[in-house]
């Protein structure tokens, strides 16, 4: 459940707003300075004077698109204005981005007045590649879009409309084949006749739905012939019959209802006076027509889907949007045409029947979901989407001729869209899964701090961990109260009042007292120092991890848990491994956070502990030992140890991919590595650098957070055999559900281990 606050804070939290502008060129040096404006810029400008096609090579508008509204129908929140429809256009903005990688300027016009939104967006076309009209009100909308469609050499597509009508169409067309139902004989009823009613309603029957099947309703009821209130040409064409009926009445023995109007329309009533086997998608946002739930209840026989992403079937136009667009700005199409818009409609429709790879089936969770009555579309998130619906649209324009830089090779290009997708999302989505397959119990030390709390919103709501918050019972709760969190069944501990502290101290000072610390200092310790009673609840099975240091430096966190838990049978070094999230890739590095200057043996110990950690995560480990010499091209005691290391990994460990010594540059660039160095045994570029000193991990690791724009998380403490993990002192609400989601996934590995011996 999306809660009010949080959806709030997520909008407002660091640079308001969800999207900036990011530059792709360098501007640091006078020099770059007068490439970037004056007088540099001059040289492109000539060039596109003479040859205008040349904006293509010079500037982002074959990459730009435009999402314009004009705020009259946005969701179904209904006519909101433009102001307040701004944060909408600015998720399509981040959709665009994140799924095909395509950018977008967001522009929300002050007009109701569909000539002057023409004018408006008749005079951006040099600036864009694409125009995306979004949430617009029919029958405005129609007259908008055909009068651009005509006027402009870019394609024009207004999502409500073809979007919807994609997306569904798909989805009718596997839910008709799973109901064993034929297209051409169905009855279909439409609640809603605006943009996305009319417009699915025409896509349906250019897919084989006989128009005289076709029902619509909308506020007046169905649209039928003769109507005199509230029509329109475009639902003229659609009417039927002769007579005033309700949404009641026309959902009587039809086959498929499809909603695209407002929520909470349709009652079990309806539901049940549908025909056999019948197919609902109640579309309407954010809230469905019907719920998925209660249409379930009255009908075991439907096949159900909604535009929400927190149930089966997820009908939504996020499917479509970003990948159409990537399809026609590849090869530059004057327009987006039925045939485009048809492909796409297939190419979605043959993909949820495809087996589904591994890979996505982690990304949801390790359900392996397969074509049925739960799975008749498929998932956004799904990385093969960009491929098929990408290269359908773009080949059907190539075939229709509207394409004005057509693609030759297919499969070069399937290759170009496989390296658009950044895989940091991805992997990131993916570990989150794994953790709420088997949520773990998760001890946070600092229990009332704001950004913690918050994430266990998010951690507790997602399903990833139990979290344990410790620390001053009355001030949490307040603090859960002012944040307006819902944090009900969360166990707060504090650790003075807690009935077992006695039980915790003897078993502490059993573990400490040949180093020192006497029956009261181990009960002082545990009564005020969260980080030595987090550990010991870890110890003894009261939680099966811990995530903390938010606070504090973090061997503050660490040396208790050194103290108080054993190493892992299975190694003899303690070490800390970062996880690095890149813009497009993650990256581990090790040994960042213990050994000063680990021997070859420590450091193979290092390369092996942070390669089974990364396999844990379903990440196939390529390790790297890094050092200033490439495979013997420089002699020195340092350069040898790391040498001497990658030797004993390679004989305790053959079946790791690793190689060494090498230099950074060599671990991180493929074309060194399969040119220079064919004879490697990396299989690829590193994707685990194990570093030869804390000194250099500790600088590289840093170095990447600040100027490399990487995400550090971490460091996981490996080598222990219970859940450690620290937080970063200035780690956002983000970081610490990832961090969290990595100390599940590391617990359940314990708790495997732990099986096994
Ligand atoms: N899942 C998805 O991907 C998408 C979902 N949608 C959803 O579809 C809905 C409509 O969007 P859109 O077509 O752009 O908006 P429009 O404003 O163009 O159309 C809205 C339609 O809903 C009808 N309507 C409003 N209230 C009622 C009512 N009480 N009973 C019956 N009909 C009613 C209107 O009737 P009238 O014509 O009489 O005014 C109109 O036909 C929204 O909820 C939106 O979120 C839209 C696009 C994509
Ligand atoms: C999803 C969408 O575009 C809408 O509901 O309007
Ligand atoms: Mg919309």
Redesign the pocket.
């Known amino acids: 459940m999306i809660r009010r606050e949080d959806a709030l804070q997520y909008h407002c939290q660091g640079r308001a707003g969800k999207i900036e502008v990011q530059p792709t060129k360098s501007c640091s040096t006078q020099r770059d300075l007068a490439m970037a404006y004056t007088p540099g810029v001059a040289e492109p400008c000539r060039e596109i004077e003479l040859n205008p096609d040349r904006v293509f090579e010079f500037t982002a508008k074959g990459n730009l698109v435009a999402v314009i509204t004009n705020g ?2 946005v ?2 929140l ?1 006519h909101i204005g433009p102001l307040a429809g701004k944060p909408v256009m600015e998720g399509k903005s981040v959709l665009f981005k994140r799924f095909a990688d395509i950018d977008v300027f967001d522009i929300e016009l002050n007009s109701t007045d569909p000539d002057e939104i023409i004018r408006v967006v008749k005079v951006l076309e040099p600036t864009f590649g694409g125009i995306n009209l979004e ?1 617009i ?2 029958p405005e ?1 129609f007259y908008i879009e055909e009068r651009l469609q005509g006027i402009l050499n870019i394609p024009v597509f207004h ?3 073809h ?2 009508a994609i ?2 169409g798909a989805a009718l067309l596997n839910a008709l084949e799973l109901q064993g139902k034929k297209i051409n004989e169905v009855k279909v009823v439409f ?7 009319i417009a699915c309603a025409e896509l349906y029957i250019k897919l084989g739905v006989r128009r005289e099947n076709v029902y619509l ?4 009821g169905v649209v039928y012939k003769g109507r005199k209130e ?1 029509m329109n040409p475009y ?1 003229e064409r659609l009417a039927n019959g002769s007579e005033p009926m309700s ?1 009641a009445d026309a959902m009587k023995g039809a086959d498929v209802f499809a ?5 909470g ?1 349709v009652t079990r009533e309806m539901v049940k006076s549908m025909a056999d086997k019948p197919i609902i998608f109640a ?4 809230d469905p027509e019907i719920g998925y739930k209660d249409a379930l209840e009255v009908r075991s026989d439907l096949i159900m889907a909604t ?1 929400r992403s927190d149930f089966p079937n997820q ?4 499917l479509g949007f970003p990948f159409i667009f990537r399809g026609a700005l590849d090869v530059s199409a004057t327009a987006i045409n039925d045939e485009m818009k048809i492909s796409a409609v297939y190419a979605l429709a043959a993909l949820a029947k495809e087996d589904m790879p591994d890979s996505v089936i982690k990304a949801y969770g390790g359900q392996s979901l397969q074509f049925g009555p739960q799975y008749i579309i498929p998932k956004p998130f799904d990385p093969r989407v960009l491929i098929w619906e990408s290269t359908a649209v773009a080949r059907a324009a190539v075939e229709t001729g509207v394409a004005r830089k057509p693609i030759y090779d297919w499969d070069a290009y399937r290759q170009n869209l496989e390296g658009r997708l950044g895989r940091s999302h991805e992997i990131m989505h993916r570990i989150m899964q794994k953790a709420k397959r088997e949520p773990k119990r998760i001890v946070f030390l600092e229990g009332g701090n704001h950004q913690v709390l918050r994430s266990c919103q998010i951690i507790l709501d997602e399903g990833i961990a139990s979290p344990i918050l410790l620390g001053p019972k009355q001030e949490i709760e307040r603090e859960i109260k002012k944040l307006r969190l819902e944090l009900d069944g969360v166990q707060i501990i504090e650790p003075k009042t807690f009935e077992h502290l006695d039980d915790y101290a003897e078993e502490f000072y059993k573990l400490r007292c040949r180093k020192g610390i006497t029956r009261r200092e181990a009960r002082h310790l545990l009564q005020h120092d969260p980080n030595y009673f987090g550990a010991m609840m870890v110890k003894v099975g009261d939680a099966d991890g811990l995530v903390g240091g938010v606070n504090q430096h973090y061997p503050e966190t660490i040396r208790p848990a050194l103290q108080t838990l054993p190493l892992d049978k299975k190694t003899s070094v303690i070490a800390g491994l970062y996880m690095m999230v890149f813009q497009n890739d993650v990256m581990f590095f090790a040994d960042t956070t213990v050994n000063i200057e680990p021997t070859s043996e420590q450091l193979a110990e290092i390369a092996i502990c942070a390669s089974d950690t990364v396999k844990h995560l379903d990440i196939e480990p390529r390790i790297a030992m890094l050092s200033f010499s490439n495979f013997g091209s420089t002699r020195h005691p340092h350069t040898e140890k790391v040498a001497r290391a990658t030797q004993i990994v390679k004989e305790r460990r053959p079946d790791l991919a690793i190689d060494g010594e090498m230099m950074a540059d060599t671990a991180v660039d493929p074309e060194i590595l399969n040119s220079v160095y064919d004879f490697n045994q990396l299989k690829g570029k590193a994707n685990v650098l194990v570093f030869p000193s804390l000194e250099s991990g500790n600088i590289a690791y840093k170095l990447m957070a600040r100027l490399g724009g990487a995400k550090a998380i971490g460091p996981i403490l490996m080598g222990t055999n219970k859940a450690i993990h620290v937080l970063q002192r200035d780690c956002e609400v983000e970081d610490i559900v990832n961090t969290a989601s990595l100390a599940v996934i590391d617990a359940q590995d314990h708790q495997c281990v732990m099986g096994e011996h």
Do not use: E, F, H
């Not at 309703?217 to 007046?220: A, E, P, R, W």
């Open positions: 009259t129908a969701l179904g209904g949430d009100k029919a909308c999502d409500d409309q979007g919807t997306i569904s609640s809603g006749a605006g943009a996305a009613g309703v909308d506020s007046k509230g639902k949404l909603g695209v109007s407002v929520a329309l579309m309407a946002n954010p535009g009908v939504n136009n996020v």
